[in-house]
């Protein structure tokens, strides 16, 4: 079982800063684990995600050079650093760790039901 409880998102100006937090608890270690955003009828959409074993991160290429996925092992936590937030960076980002899954992380696709899934944070930015 695991449990993942997201903390950190708001609505800001477009140009801001914003840090997503999602604590895992549980006694499953994932070997993948990422950030992913959904706008209200569109696809759910991969952002950012890492190894746990300090194996590369991969991110979408419209987040690149702006958002930084880490982890803090010692805490079960995972980040997303957002700066230089755009308009269309506007969602609900979910934070998500696979269950059994024994791929590369950057071929990775979780599923609703099989991988654990955060709550949900929104984010909101306005130009």
């Not at 409880?5 to 800001?12: D, I, K, L, Q, R």
């Not at 991110?59 to 010692?74: C, E, L, M, Q, T």
Request: aromatic share 10%.
């Amino acid at each position: 079982q695991l449990h993942l409880a997201e903390s950190g998102g708001g609505s800001v100006q477009a140009g801001e800063s914003l840090r997503l937090s999602c604590v895992a608890s549980g006694d499953y270690l994932s070997n993948c684990m990422g950030w992913f955003r959904q706008v209200l009828g569109k696809e759910r959409e991969r952002v950012a995600v890492l190894s746990t074993d300090r194996g590369p991160a991969y991110y979408a290429d419209s987040v690149k050079g702006r958002f930084a996925i880490s982890r803090d092992s010692a805490k079960n936590t995972l980040f997303l650093q957002m700066n230089s937030l755009k308009p269309e960076d506007t969602a609900k980002y979910y934070c998500a760790a696979d269950i059994g899954y024994g791929g590369p992380c950057l071929d990775w696709n979780p599923k609703d039901g099989l991988d654990a899934w955060g709550q949900g944070s929104l984010v909101t930015v306005s130009s």
